[in-house]
């Protein structure tokens, strides 16, 4: 089984910053990419950053220029630092890691339980 974790959620005020932690353990064979989406009250689910196993990243619009993608010195950790943050960055915030675990025939999506992340003042 693989296990996804995330840490480093929190109240935070308007122009703060986070630093959201990602780690994946479990019998995983390959790593496509790993990433976040975010999920707030009432609204879909959607991608916030992912990385690929290569090194490219992807940022959703709304966060660009202030939230950046990393991955750790293992390659089944992740960061999400989050700077000048908003009050419309509040959301639960999933990391997941697209990939393949050692008795699947194929790649799929894990996910993490998620973190809180409140903006407010």
């Known amino acids: 089984q693989v296990q996804v974790v995330e840490s480093g959620g929190g109240l935070v005020q308007p122009g703060g910053s986070l630093r959201l932690s990602c780690a994946a353990s479990?019998?995983?064979?390959?790593?496509?990419?790993m990433g976040w989406y975010r999920q707030a009250p009432g609204k879909q689910r959607e991608l916030v950053a992912a990385i690929t196993s290569g090194g490219s990243t992807n940022y959703a619009d709304s966060v660009k220029g202030r939230f950046t993608i990393a991955r750790g010195n293992a390659k089944n950790v992740v960061y999400l630092q989050m700077n000048s943050l908003k009050p419309e960055d509040t959301a639960v915030y999933y990391c997941?890691?697209?990939?393949?675990?050692?008795?699947?025939?194929?790649?799929?999506?894990?996910w993490g339980q998620g973190t809180q992340v409140t903006v407010s003042s």
């Open positions: 479990g019998n995983i064979i390959s790593i496509n990419a």
């Open positions: 997941y890691l697209n990939g393949r675990q050692g008795w699947a025939l194929k790649d799929d999506n894990y």
